[in-house]
Nanobody
Framework: QVQLVESGGGLVQAGGSLRLSCAAS????????MGWFRQAPGKEREFLAT????????YYADSVKGRFTISRVNAKNTAYLQMNNLKPEDTAVYYC????????????????WGQGTQVTVSS
């Protein structure tokens, strides 16, 4: 059983940056594929990015490609999402997730989820 805890959310102006962290415990972190998703009020949970167990291969949604960067440090049991050039439409609760399917973008492919962290981008 893996527990995931996100941190790093907050309020930022449009054009600003934030780095989200996802700390994992209770499992072998390096054995899991990690992903980031977000959910805005009244909308479905949206895939953002994922990377392989080694961190060498990444896959992004078109909506964030070139602005967001996913990474991981297996020695620290932590995944990250660097978010640059933030826009008001990026406002949402951001979730990290762990699974076993490489480069998956479907919510159903992930087995463990954090509680989420709020990101609010003001215009």
């Amino acid at each position: 059983q893996v527990q995931l805890v996100e941190s790093g959310g907050g309020l930022v102006q449009a054009g600003g940056s934030l780095r989200l962290s996802c700390a994992a415990s209770g499992g072998i972190f390096s054995s899991y594929v990690m992903g980031w998703f977000r959910q805005a009020p009244g909308k479905e949970r949206e895939f953002l990015a994922t990377l392989t167990r080694s961190g060498l291969t990444t896959y992004y949604a078109d909506s964030v490609k070139g602005r967001f960067t996913i990474s991981r440090v297996n020695a620290k049991n932590t995944a990250y999402l660097q978010m640059n050039n933030l826009k008001p439409e990026d406002t949402a609760v951001y979730y990290c997730a762990a699974g076993t399917v490489q480069l998956a973008s479907d919510v159903d492919r992930y087995d463990y989820w954090g509680q989420g962290t709020q990101v609010t981008v003001s215009s």
